[in-house]
T-cell receptor
Framework: GENVEQHPSTLSVQEGDSAVIKCTYSDSASNYFPWYKQELGKGPQLIIDIRSNVGEKKDQRIAVTLNKTAKHFSLHITETQPEDSAVYFCAASITSGTYKYIFGTGTRLKVLA | EPEVTQTPSHQVTQMGQEVILRCVPI?????FYWYRQILGQKVEFLVSFYNNEISEKSEIFDDQFSVERPDGSNFTLKIRSTKLEDSAMYFC?????????FGQGTRLTVV
């Protein structure tokens, strides 16, 4: 069935360093890939997304890359700050139909000051 | 900024009792969802709702679950007879366009 794998499950980086989180999806029909940040006690908040017709998208310190052939997509956070500490979820969706999300298992990012 | 709001933030219920989780989606959105997240696990799709009917449901969404949009603003998830394994964070979401917006969640604890 549909599945999204996400690695690593935890990631600790020094403030100012970069963080990379990787996801692999199984359904080749997936064409929309959002990334959500979840802080303690809050719901997931969209931080960046990418559609299958592009290979990379950047928004300030955050970038996402997509390799459709390999069915991989990755989140890159540069110049990390303590406030980047949270759980990050990737998701895959098919935009014809219900747009339901298949989420990855989450990555707990800790940025050490 | 518009947001999805959920009430209550935390619900404790006895096993076998019925619970209703409430959500107010973003006002101009037409697509509504419930997801759940068991502690320490991934967020899982439960059900999608459009045009006053279920458009898709997962295998988790069995006969104990139902959804309703009783008026123009609320979207509810009912669990008829709760089980211990229903304990989880339940997220409501709504969408209009590409982006799906999530509420802050209701933590359901079944004791």
């Amino acid at each position: 069935g549909e599945n999204v794998e996400q690695h690593p499950s935890t990631l600790s980086v020094q403030e100012g360093d970069s963080a990379v989180i990787k996801c692999t999806y199984s359904d080749s029909a997936s064409n929309y890939f959002p990334w959500y940040k979840q802080e303690l006690g809050k719901g997931p908040q969209l931080i960046i997304d990418i559609r299958s017709n592009v290979g990379e998208k950047k928004d300030q310190r955050i970038a996402v890359t997509l390799n459709k052939t390999a069915k991989h997509f990755s989140l890159h956070i540069t110049e990390t700050q303590p406030e980047d500490s949270a759980v990050y979820f990737c998701a895959a969706s098919i935009t014809s139909g219900t747009y339901k999300y298949i989420f990855g298992t989450g990555t707990r990012l800790k940025v050490l000051a | 900024e518009p947001e999805v709001t959920q009430t209550p933030s935390h619900q404790v219920t006895q096993m076998g009792q019925e619970v209703i989780l409430r959500c107010v989606p973003i006002s101009n959105h037409l697509y509504f969802y419930w997801y759940r997240q068991i502690l320490g696990q991934k967020v899982e799709f439960l059900v999608s709702f459009y045009n006053n009917e279920i458009s898709e449901k997962s295998e988790i969404f069995d006969d104990q679950f139902s959804v309703e949009r009783p008026d123009g603003s609320n979207f509810t998830l009912k669990i008829r007879s709760t089980k211990l394994e229903d304990s989880a964070m339940y997220f409501c979401a709504s969408r209009q366009g590409w982006e799906t917006f999530f509420g802050q969640g209701t933590r359901l604890t079944v004791v």
